[in-house]
């Protein structure tokens, strides 16, 4: 079946730094979606990516998919306080979405 | 509009007894999913309903029974629990199916 793997599972950084998540697809996807998931909470959508080698920004968040439309990146300049939390993508190939597992991202004052 | 909203917020079963876990929205949404979050795996789905009256098996479904009652409500049932079902189970929505998915504040159950 279809597999989401993301990289890396973990990521301290100091406030002020860059961020980036990866994630891979074992499939094709017709489309992507990434969350956001403070910790003790619900996900919380952030952003849909359909076209191959689409770039999305959201202020500090800048969002890519693949041209191959088997992976996706995300990727945050100048990290704040406010963006601790767990990202997630999610990845269909017009079927369900199948949710990678995850990057947990600390951000040190 | 409350959104996505589940009852209860916690549970402790014992092996072997049943509950159903709520889940209700407010905003017309055709779509609704169960998930369960287990740590480092992120969420995975157990059912989804495209529609009032009709329900599909995700990735998870062994041990879950469903029930879309009405386009609102969507209900899951544990009909006998066991110790691996302890998870955070989150109910979502969308529009249509693939659209943006609404997540509700999820259910910490924990079966012993």
């Known amino acids: 079946g279809q597999q989401v793997m993301q990289i890396p599972q973990y990521q301290h950084v100091q406030e002020g730094e860059d961020f980036t998540t990866y994630c891979n697809s074992s499939t094709t996807l017709s489309n992507i979606q990434w969350y956001k998931q403070r910790p003790g909470g619900h996900p919380v959508f952030l952003i849909q990516?359909?076209?191959?080698?689409e770039v999305k920004k959201q202020k500090r968040l800048t969002f890519q998919f693949g041209e191959a439309k088997k992976n996706s990146s995300l990727h945050i300049t100048a990290t704040q306080t406010t963006d601790v939390g767990t990202y997630f993508c999610a990845g269909t190939n017009g079927q369900n979405f199948v949710f990678g597992p995850g990057t947990r991202l600390s951000v040190l004052p | 509009n409350a959104g996505v909203t589940q009852t209860p917020k916690f549970q402790v079963l014992k092996t072997g007894q049943s509950m159903t876990l709520q889940c209700a929205q407010d905003?017309?949404?055709?779509?609704m999913y169960w998930y369960r979050q287990d740590p480092g795996m992120g969420l995975r789905l157990i059912y989804y309903s495209a529609s009032e009256g009709t329900t599909d098996k995700g990735e998870v479904p062994n041990g879950y029974n469903v029930s879309r009652l009405n386009k609102r409500e969507f209900s899951l049932r544990l009909e006998s629990a066991a110790p691996s079902q302890t998870s955070v189970y989150f109910c979502?929505?969308?529009?249509?199916?693939?659209?943006?998915?609404?997540f509700g504040p999820g259910t910490r159950l924990t079966v012993l």
């Open positions: 905003m017309n949404h055709n779509s």
């Open positions: 990516l359909v076209k191959s080698g």
């Open positions: 979502a929505s969308s529009e249509r199916k693939n659209n943006e998915q609404f």
